[in-house]
């Protein structure tokens, strides 16, 4: 097999979890690259959201059970993922990235990183390792790595790139078939749905960074 590349998930859809068409074409893109894909995610509860209405449920599901789903059930809890497993590691979008890995979306800059979120993140680049981060992702990875100032890019919002900066990155703008490289730090984003409108729109992007990351791993 090719690179050890993770795929670090955070849930099931774009409301609560994973963005799932992110997820699928950074696997689709993997799996043409001739990466072994690893699938991980956290296991913990999160409160559900009606991706009708985007309104709270009142239930809570699994993380990672939910993104079992996207993975076809092939999939490893984060805890017992090190860095020294994987060769690189991808995070897609969704709002789970930004409520599940960390509470961005709610504490904005105040955001806490779940720990198995910052310790795999931490570690990676310690050990010199490609992560790529998509959509509103990025937001999580410079609040766990902001003392290494990271390069990215989430588009061009210009309130959550301030977000960004305030907490450590610089942040700069792109459009969606573009991506960011931070070569010193060696952290590929791209923006995705934060600018969409549709899916072939956000592929280009995500098939960039999918390579981009292969190549530096």
Known sequence: MGKKVGVLLSGCGVFDGAEIHESVLTLLNLDKAGAEIVCMAPDMEFPVVNHITQEATGEKRNILLESARIARGEIKNLKDVQASDLDALIMPGGMGAA????????????????????RILQDMLSAGKPVGAICIAPATLTKALGDKNPEVTIGNDMNTASALESMGARHFNCNVDMVHVDEKNKIVT???????????DIAAGIEKLVNKIVSMA
């Open 99 to 118: 409520k599940n890995l960390s509470d961005f979306a709610d504490k904005g800059t105040d955001a806490v990183v779940l720990p198995e979120v910052q």
């Open 190 to 200: 791209t923006p995705a749905y934060m600018l969409g409108p549709g899916i072939k």
